[in-house]
């Protein structure tokens, strides 16, 4: 891995902040995007804009077959059996509240359960919430322990025949625990409950296969793969995309309209109601393409390397608590420095040109279990080094003698 | 005495001409952490639920009293450079009439550079702090004013 050839294609990573030269390490919120997603965006607005499936133009036609090469470019990037069981979203989010809403009309009802873990983020918290209000069903949550683990041994024995669905993340976006989920699969297919899966903060950095995995339904984020903002995936097997209705009406998802009834368009177009975000989906094959050329197990070695040397400067500095332990982790870190509160540290961190995300990272109940308001988090992404981390040592030692 | 005839603007200006001498970011901050040590802090007492101004990262703990015409702010919060702001925001609010408090105009925060901890994405309390404030002279003025 050349990584100064990569930093180059990446040219925000060039930018100043506060007259500091930049270090992005809020990967785990977004990406920074290479120079080819940026051109693509750019080029496909030059020369080739025009809204799919619906004209019989030059354009309509060109654009709708890029846009469907790129759902074959996701099938291929996750393995999945069919491209018609991939469906374009908004985003994790968008997926997720997706199939909440879908699944939920159909199979959820009173006194019903679903079962989610206690490292969730909210976007895998509250769309369930909000069904089981709806339904007036119940969450269940798997506890993990203090190294950020799942309990497996409890999580067995929340299933019964009221379990309906199963929502769980691949990868923790506070924690970084690489979840494992083919086993949990495993188990509850036993109990024949469908599992979903959120790889928002796995897909960057491991490599994804629905088939292996066997899980029901997958989602993950555009944005988070060096790709566009506001595309992102719903794969979901093709039985149970079969099964569910559409989440959305609108132009598109149907085959034939009367004011009497409506009936609905086949896989994969039900589910893409409206104008979709096609530019963001064909510009997301140039992401997927630019991580396959690094290779995704080259990928997770080098964010291995940076997650091994941060950890040790960190634990070396004697004042850290790290949040997060488990053996298996993508490359992010929570912590704090100890009797310093995460705010003031961020914002001194920042002003030396230094970014991370503070507060709660959008999964208040892992704050709750440790008993923390908030902490601050460092994640990276491919084109980051250990130059990086050294700034950010440097930066937390001020932040010591400036606080403590 | 000559404090208390000082306005409202005087006092910025007095903060806006303290923080010029600061061009590090650095120097800047330590100035404010030493600034977060004269906060009139908040009788432990009242550092509960009904006065705390909870943003997403930063709490605020805010209590105000009323006497002799001025209302007096007292304050706490749990990160120090949030603490050095409320500081600087009691300096020029607190002691003034509920009128002169809800007509002020607190340019200062812009000019000395910390504009961003009142955006509402910082979520830390502060712009919850300067909106509860006002809403203490508003409730004081309208208790203690309308029937003069």
């Known amino acids: 891995m050349d990584i100064n050839k990569i930093r180059a294609d990446f040219p925000i990573l060039k930018e100043e902040v506060y007259g500091k030269p930049l270090v992005y390490f809020d990967n785990g919120a977004t990406t920074q995007k290479p120079l080819q997603v940026i051109d693509c965006i750019n080029h496909f607005h030059r020369h080739k804009n025009s809204s799919i499936h619906r004209g019989v133009h030059f354009l309509s036609d060109q654009a709708t077959e890029e846009y469907e090469k790129a759902r074959e470019a996701v099938r291929s990037f996750i393995n999945a059996s069919y491209a018609h069981e991939v469906i374009f979203t908004s985003g994790t989010t968008g997926s997720i509240n997706g199939v909440a809403f879908s699944f939920g009309e159909k199979y959820v009802h009173e006194n019903d359960e679903i079962v989610i873990s206690e490292m969730e983020h909210h976007a895998n918290i509250v769309p369930w919430q909000m069904l089981c209000e709806r339904k007036n069903a119940r969450l269940k949550i798997i506890p993990f322990d203090d190294k950020g683990l799942l309990n497996i041994e409890q999580f067995e024995k929340l299933l019964n025949e009221k379990t309906r669905i199963i929502a769980i993340t691949h990868a923790s976006n506070t924690l970084a625990t690489i979840n494992p989920v083919k086993e949990i699969i495993k188990i509850a297919h036993r109990h024949n409950i469908p599992v979903l899966v959120d790889g928002a903060q796995s897909v960057p950095h491991l490599p994804v296969d629905v088939q292996d995995m066997d899980c029901d339904f997958f989602v993950f984020s555009g944005h988070k793969i060096y790709g566009p903002t506001g595309i992102g995936v719903l794969y979901g097997k093709e039985k149970w995309l079969n099964e569910i209705p559409p989440f959305q009406g609108g132009g598109d998802m149907v085959e034939k309209v009367t004011f009497e009834k409506t009936t609905y368009n086949q896989l994969p177009y039900r589910f ?5 975000n096609y530019i963001g989906a064909i510009c997301l094959i140039k992401a997927l393409e630019y991580v396959q050329s690094i290779g995704l197990l080259e990928i997770q070695e080098h964010e291995h390397n940076l997650l091994s040397y941060a950890t040790k400067r960190l634990d070396d500095l004697g004042y850290i608590t790290i949040y997060g332990r488990a053996p298996q982790k993508t490359s992010l870190i929570s912590f704090n420095i100890n009797d310093i509160h995460h705010y003031d540290a961020g914002m001194v961190l ?48 001020k932040v010591k003698t400036m606080f403590g | 005495m000559e404090a208390e005839i000082k306005s409202i603007n005087d006092i910025q200006e007095e903060i806006i001409q303290e923080f010029e001498v600061y061009d590090d970011w650095m120097d800047k901050y330590n100035y404010i952490i030493e600034l977060s040590r004269s906060l009139p802090v908040i009788d432990p007492k009242l550092k509960i639920n009904c006065n705390l101004i909870s943003g997403c990262q930063s709490k605020v703990w805010l209590n105000a009293v009323y ?67 006002k809403l203490y002279a508003l409730a004081f003025k309208t208790k203690y004013e309308k029937t003069l």
């Open chain 1, 272 to 276: 893409e109601a409206g104008t979709t």
């Open chain 2, 67 to 133: 006497t002799d015409g001025v209302i007096k702010y007292s304050a706490d919060s749990d990160a120090i450079i949030t603490k050095g702001i409320i500081a600087l925001l009691i300096r020029v609010l607190s002691g003034r009439k509920p009128d002169e408090i809800l007509n002020a105009d607190l340019y200062f925060i812009d000019k000395i550079g910390l504009r961003q901890n009142l955006s509402p994405t910082r979520s830390n309390g502060l712009l919850a702090m300067i909106k509860q404030m």
């Open chain 1, 350 to 397: 920042d002003k030396m040109g230094i970014a991370m995300r503070t507060g709660t990272h959008c999964a208040q109940p892992v704050m709750q279990h440790y008993g923390i308001d908030g902490n601050i988090r460092a994640s990276f992404g491919l084109y980051n080094t250990t130059e990086e981390i050294d700034l950010l040592i440097e930066g937390i030692k």
